[in-house]
């Protein structure tokens, strides 16, 4: 069974910041290019941070600067540093792994920034 769990989610004041986790089972990690997604009411799911499996990275423009996405192979865990947040950064933020025709998602972990 393949699972993806997200955690680190919650309420942060502008400017703060936070560290989302997202622990893997079920797949051989290494093989797996790994992203985050955010999702907001009323708007499509964006590609906020990806990682290919050969540890090349990108993210969205609106990121760029704040966010970093990084992975531990031997605790199948990708991980999202946030900081310096702001409110525009409000989602639920999704983790995603994929590998040739294989996709998982996991069950997304909301994020607030907020005074």
């Known amino acids: 069974q393949v699972q993806l769990v997200e955690s680190g989610g919650g309420l942060v004041q502008p400017g703060g910041s936070l560290r989302l986790s997202c622990a893997a089972s079920g797949i051989i990690f290494r093989l797996y290019a790994m992203g985050w997604y955010r999702q907001t009411p009323g708007k499509q799911r964006e590609l906020v941070a990806a990682l290919t499996s050969g540890g090349s990275t990108n993210y969205a423009d609106s990121v760029q600067g704040r966010f970093t996405i990084s992975r531990d192979i031997a605790k199948s865990t990708v991980y999202l540093q946030m900081n310096s947040l702001e409110p525009e950064d409000t989602a639920v933020y999704y983790c995603?792994?994929?590998?040739?025709?294989?996709?998982?998602w996991g069950q997304g972990t909301q994020v607030t920034v907020s005074s």
């Open positions: 995603n792994a994929r590998y040739l025709s294989n996709r998982y």
